[in-house]
């Protein structure tokens, strides 16, 4: 299975989750593995919690790839968790770059990951350019735009297909859990390169 059918076909993170999804109550859990127990992943979360994760029998699993920010150009679909400065430039704190063909998620929406952080998906139309501050685009979606920095530091990350026996005891873990009515479930967990932390 390719890459971008992949992709396509697990939209269940917050960053891409569709519409309908977003309605329903949802909670963003960072942290590590403590266990996997059939259908169920214990994690425990930054604040020291231990939280319990049901996962549906069509649950798959993404790993972090860092690449290169040159993969970004006029008409790549982008997201980017940002902290709007004074002028309304949006300040990236990390960017993951979709496929081609693949929109999910178009729009700007609150973000947890940092006080005042937003979350925006769109489309970069018009010139990128570069300096010493980093790459400047512009980023368009339904109902508004949003001119975007990229510090060179900040992390540039694209989503590949990995398998569930990645998902041991102390790896880092991002998910987008929804309410089921008993706690928390989702059908995506992403994980980091080599042991590090998802970037979202």
């Known amino acids: 299975m390719t890459y971008s059918v992949w992709l396509g076909g697990a939209v269940a993170l917050a960053l891409i989750m569709p519409a309908a999804a977003q309605d329903a109550p949802r909670k ?7 266990s996997l127990d059939g259908s169920t992943l214990s994690l425990k979360t930054r604040d020291g919690q231990t939280v319990a994760v049901a996962l549906t029998p069509d649950w798959r699993v993404r790993v972090v790839v860092p690449i290169g920010v040159e993969a970004i150009h006029t008409g790549s679909f982008i997201g980017t968790a940002q902290v709007p400065q004074a002028d309304g430039v949006g300040r990236s704190l990390e960017v993951h770059v979709f496929p081609p ?52 530091d900040v992390p540039v990350v694209q989503f590949n297909a990995a398998r569930h026996a990645d998902i041991k005891p102390g790896v880092q873990v991002f998910i987008a859990a929804q309410a089921d009515g008993k706690g928390w479930k989702t059908n995506n967990v992403a994980i980091g390169q080599n042991g590090s932390a998802p970037p979202m």
């Open 28 to 34: 963003i859990l960072r942290g590590e593995v403590a």
């Open 101 to 152: 063909g693949v929109k999910s998620g178009e729009g700007e929406r609150d973000w947890d990951s940092q006080p005042g952080a937003r979350m925006t998906n769109g489309t970069v139309t018009g010139e990128v350019t570069a300096d010493a501050k980093g790459r400047e685009l512009t980023l368009t979606f339904p109902g508004g735009s949003r001119k975007i920095v990229i510090p060179p």
